[in-house]
């Protein structure tokens, strides 16, 4: 196996993003696309990696065992290092992930992006491809059989035949990073277990890095400010909450927006279904796994959809708008709120709003709701098959990328080079105008290794403090879903189809192509076409993992 990219990957690569600088898919493994057996049922599981928490800052808010998280209103006096050894080999390195930004500076011109090869010692060299091709993109990719970039990212996407893909192309990372073997990695080890968990093993053994989040799933964002306006409370109902959202659209103003990937699967529907108290994607019933599909809560859910979507509540381009349009408008006030990944409540969010309004989180409407946890990651990276001292090395970039709050790693990752991109004064960090553009939005190295998250956002106090109120009110009602981190065949093969059958009926019940009644008719085709084999598949790895 070559370890370093050769020009015609680098080449190929070029051709399937954007390579800047010099430059979770149908995915297939050697020969056949097998890759083998991937459950985890009846295998020698591999431990997950020991964690080892860091001794942070003391918050001004503390975190909790639901999934609270600790909040900072101002940030550390002193910093510390979490790395002490060099962490590259002078090498070329090659990355492959998506971005949700504008595509960055050539490193020649990008003081950020020269300062993370320093730290690095590495020549990084980052493809980034837009959220909207990235399943399409690693599809190209990884049936190409072309040399693979060192490292890889996987989004949580639902993409075909993708562990088959990892254990037959990318390194076996067991034994440098389970159970005690993660001691060499402090800061991955500083990874909280239930996100390892939430990546999940593949044949027993250990292949990614995870990307962590916090504890929320997908969220309801809200422009405080508006819903203040026309008198709508934080506290509401089924009607209240149709009723505001109804009362703040008008002119080019929208209540609510969605997007082609939230409309692709559940993404859109999941804030509602919470609301309505459905089951997180499965429950477990004496062993067995029932869908949230079936339950009647989630048709009630589909149904208050549609009303928004009758009423004219519903941004008119939502079923074709890309992630980032979506939350450009939502940015500039012309929808009020919208469905989103709960990490995405970070400097790089609120900074662009910029006080335009008052930032907020939707509380659940529904009378018994279950608002529902994520599986703790965005997603996780994988290493190419190399040389164990290859793979250690690429380990050393993540474990440096994934440095905690209150580190220098971390501000370096997070907010650039003090006195170029960021300033220090009584209140904490202040971003330069530079920054907007040279961040790691643009160069997305935290999907090559990322902290786990803290409620600090700079210069927006009331933003981290409503966020830490709203995980203090919903969190303890949230409930998990017992699917994560488990395998499925027939998931992992007709994963993208089931996910296409529900996102369809989704879209054809909430814009009116189709009756609410409907969905049962829907939810018989997803049975059919695999989901109650998933259901059979998902109760014996459950009780292998038990």
Not at 325 to 349: E, H, K, P
Not at 512 to 519: I, L, P, T
Request: with cysteine; net charge neutral.
């Amino acid at each position: 196996m070559t370890l370093h990219a050769t020009r015609r990957s680098v080449l190929k690569l070029a051709g399937v993003g954007a390579l800047a600088g010099t430059a979770g898919p149908l995915l297939t493994g050697c020969g056949d696309g097998s890759g083998g057996d991937v459950g985890n049922a009846g295998k020698d599981l591999v431990p997950w990696p020991t964690y080892l928490p860091f001794a942070g800052p003391p918050p001004d808010a503390p975190g909790d065992e639901t999934g609270v998280q600790p909040l900072y209103l101002s940030y550390p006096k002193q910093v510390v290092r979490s790395v002490a050894d060099t962490v590259g080999d002078g090498s070329e390195v090659t990355a492959m992930v998506i971005t949700y930004g504008a595509p960055p500076r050539p490193v020649e011109a990008n003081r950020y992006w020269q300062a993370i090869n320093k730290a690095l010692n590495v020549n990084l060299r980052v493809v980034v491809v837009p959220d909207a091709e990235y399943g399409q993109k690693m599809a190209t990719l990884m049936a190409s059989g072309d040399d693979l970039p060192d490292i890889i990212m996987f989004t949580n996407l639902a993409l075909p035949r993708a562990a088959e893909f990892v254990q037959a192309r990318c390194a076996d990372l067991s034994d440098l990073v389970g159970g005690d073997a993660v001691r060499d990695y402090p800061n991955l080890a500083n990874i909280p277990t239930r996100t390892w968990q939430g990546m999940g093993r593949i044949n027993g053994r250990i292949y990614g890095v995870p990307l962590e989040r916090p504890v929320p799933g997908n969220s309801l964002f809200v422009n405080r400010t508006a819903l203040n306006q026309a008198g709508v409370p934080k506290d509401w109902d089924v009607e209240g909450y149709v009723a505001g959202t109804r009362k703040v659209t008008g002119g080019r103003r929208w209540g609510i927006a969605g997007s082609k990937s939230l409309f692709g699967g559940l993404g859109a529907v999941t804030y509602h279904a919470g609301s309505m108290g459905a089951p997180n994607g499965w429950r477990v019933e004496d062993g067995k796994f029932v869908s949230t599909l079936t339950t009647p809560q989630f048709e009630e859910a589909l149904g208050v959809m549609r009303r928004l979507a009758e009423a004219g509540a519903y941004h008119p381009d939502t079923l074709t708008l890309s992630a980032t349009d979506l939350q450009t408008f939502w940015y500039n006030g012309t929808v009020v709120s919208i469905t989103d990944g709960f990490g995405t409540v970070a400097l790089s969010n609120i900074s662009k709003i910029d006080r335009r309004f008052e930032f907020d989180l939707g509380r659940p409407y529904g009378p018994n709701p279950t608002p529902w946890r994520g599986n703790s990651l965005f997603g996780y990276v994988t290493f190419k098959k190399a040389s164990t001292d290859r793979v250690r090395m690429l380990l050393r970039i993540s474990d440096y990328l994934s440095a905690p709050f209150g580190t220098a790693e971390f501000e370096l990752a997070n907010y650039g080079v003090e006195g170029v991109h960021h300033t220090k004064d009584a209140d904490g960090i202040r971003t330069t105008e530079l920054y907007k553009v040279e961040n790691n939005t643009n160069l997305p190295v935290k999907y090559l290794g990322v902290a786990p998250s803290v409620l600090y956002l700079p210069g927006f106090p009331e933003a981290a403090r409503a966020a830490h109120e709203w995980e203090k009110a919903v969190l303890p009602k949230s409930v998990a879903n017992p699917e994560v981190g488990l395998r499925s065949a027939t998931v992992s093969s007709k994963g993208a189809e089931l996910s296409r059958i529900a996102g369809d009926a989704v879209s054809a019940i909430v814009f009116g192509r189709r009756a609410v009644s409907s969905w049962k008719d829907a939810v018989s085709q997803w049975r059919q076409a695999g989901g109650d084999r998933v259901a059979e598949e998902l109760a014996v790895e459950y009780a292998a993992a038990k």
